[in-house]
């Protein structure tokens, strides 16, 4: 969980409609390059929005990317980044033009070879014309080159990129990619990632996925980290660690490379990340044994520097933590949030900002469930305690986990309620149906998209059971809902052993 700016300029509007690829199974591929179909009335401009009901204006329409290559250059002594990302993409209507969301200057751009004009447009919004007509099916090579200091570059008074003492991170969400790289900026557009960035060496770079290559000397005592992400992503996904970080290396139980790194600025603190972090690879070997196979193809995580962001992200295959999480001593719980999160909003992503519930209550939940497996409290001890300790009367309960609004996103109840609203589903269908459900669930979206509705809608097909109460109820009615005396273990619930250490990792997440 993130800053958000999202909320700020939500009430854009969207001009024209476009469409875009929603995610299917498997690894997505690179499109053919094959024969363009002919067009059958005039080229229209791709929308300006994918019309998601919180953020109207994120993403853009009339194409579908495959695969992003970034190759990047950044100062830390100025903060100065520059580089040219290359998008291959389909187009998936008759375009006349179409947007790339993005903030940073732009020199110039091309589109299959030929140079293309580009103008700004909105808050966010890059215009590129296209240099010939582009029919529907078409492949697309777009090349953007670009410079800026992305702390210095605001949207609506904000930016999503943390400068720090020794370089800086791009991590945020629901908007991250702005800042540096141009983009189909919404989850319903996923793609795989090359990232390239050259910087002085003796300074890291850490991002997705696996290391193709090590570390390249460059000419300028300069050096240049390639990471690749073979699976497709969401762009939000996608980051940036670059400073000083000692970076440890492993191979996990599924024979995965895990990579985790450390900020040197943590102090007093690295060895309560450590104990943390390091404990990955297990998270991860438990969370598959419940949620299904573990999706991607490396494991890890980021400690973060001491004056860098105060939230932790689930940044695809590599969690990134504030330093904040380990304050008070080790935090596994954290580690589970997040790398919960690779199953449910990262392999399978909302379709409509609306649906944060399908991200955050679930990653909540397997909190639970590791508490239970760590005998520090059942999902039942954690479901009477958390109900307790919001009275009825309080705002927390007039919070719809499954509809929050767009500047609530990241409220409480979304993760609370949103763990609650689980139990409950757990409690109506049994054990032997919920603990089929989460597989089915990350097995049928692997790599796309899912709604409420989908889930509603397997969970009763699975169960066999008539679920509109509970999901009306706990995702979508205001107020505390009653429960039976007798679906609680007391009416005066003990406080689990868990409580604190996971309501520390709330206070963080929902900031």
């Known amino acids: 969980m993130r800053r958000v700016l999202a909320a700020a300029i939500a009430a854009l509007t969207v001009t024209t409609a476009g469409t875009v690829a929603t995610g299917a199974p498997g690894q997505a591929a690179l499109p053919g390059w094959g024969r363009p179909t002919r067009p059958t009335a005039a080229p229209t401009p791709g929308s300006a929005g994918l019309g998601d009901s919180y953020y109207p204006d994120y993403g853009n329409g009339g194409y579908d990317v495959g695969h992003y290559d970034l190759r990047l250059r950044y100062e830390p002594a100025t903060d100065r980044l520059s580089g040219t990302t ?21 020199e110039s751009v091309r589109v299959n070879g030929w140079s293309a004009g580009f103008a700004r447009a909105g808050a966010h ?3 590129i014309t296209a240099p010939r007509p582009i029919t529907r099916g078409q492949q697309l090579t777009v090349v953007v080159r670009y410079a800026g200091v992305p702390s210095e570059t605001l949207v609506s008074g904000y930016t999503g990129w943390t400068r720090t003492a020794d370089g800086a991170l791009a991590v945020n969400e629901p908007e991250s990619a702005w800042w540096w790289f141009p983009s189909n900026d919404h989850p ?6 090359d990232i390239s960035v050259s910087v002085p060496t003796g300074v890291e ?20 980290w390639s990471w ?5 992503g969401a762009t939000y996904q996608a980051f940036l660690a670059i400073g000083q970080y000692d970076i440890v290396t492993d191979t996990a139980p599924n024979g995965q490379p895990v990579v985790n790194a450390y900020s040197t600025t943590l102090g007093d603190r690295d060895g309560a990340a450590r104990a943390s972090i390091e404990r990955t690879a297990e998270v991860i070997d438990w969370e598959s044994g419940v949620f299904g196979p573990y999706p991607f193809e490396a494991q890890g995580g980021v400690a973060g520097p001491i004056d860098g962001i105060t939230f932790a992200l689930e940044t695809q295959t590599r969690p990134v933590y504030g330093p904040g999480f380990w304050r008070r001593g080790s935090n596994p719980y954290v580690v589970v949030h997040e790398n919960a999160h690779q199953w449910f909003g990262d392999s399978v992503s909302v379709a409509d900002w609306s649906a944060i519930w399908l991200n955050e209550g679930f990653a ?8 239970e497996e760590q005998g520090e409290g059942t999902a039942q001890e954690l479901f009477d305690f958390t109900y307790a300790a919001y009275p009825a009367d309080a705002e927390f309960w007039q919070v719809l986990p499954g509809d929050p609004g767009a500047d609530r996103v990241f409220d409480d109840a979304v993760y609370d309620r949103g763990a609650m609203a689980l139990h409950q589903i757990r409690l109506a269908v049994g054990d032997e149906a919920f603990f089929r459900i989460l597989p089915a669930w990350t097995a049928r979206h692997a790599y796309g998209n899912g709604t409420i509705a989908q889930f509603q809608a397997l969970a009763e097909q699975l169960s066999g059971r008539d679920l509109d109460d509970v999901f009306s109820t706990w995702l979508f009615t205001a107020g505390r809902p009653e429960v039976a005396a007798a679906a609680r273990t007391s009416l005066a619930p003990a406080q689990p052993r868990s409580w604190a250490k996971i309501q520390a990792a709330h206070r963080l997440l929902d900031r």
């Open 364 to 371: 909540s939940y397997a909190e639970w469930l590791w508490s």
């Open 188 to 193: 319903l557009d996923k793609a795989t990632f």
């Open 205 to 224: 770079v850490i991002s997705n996925g696996v290391q193709p290559r090590a570390p390249l000397p460059e000419a300028g005592d300069r050096t240049r």
């Open 125 to 127: 919004e890059l215009v």
């Open 86 to 106: 290359t998008i291959l993409a389909t187009a998936t209507q008759d375009l006349s033009r179409f947007n790339l969301d993005f903030a940073l200057d732009v």
């Open 228 to 232: 690749r992400s073979a699976k497709p």
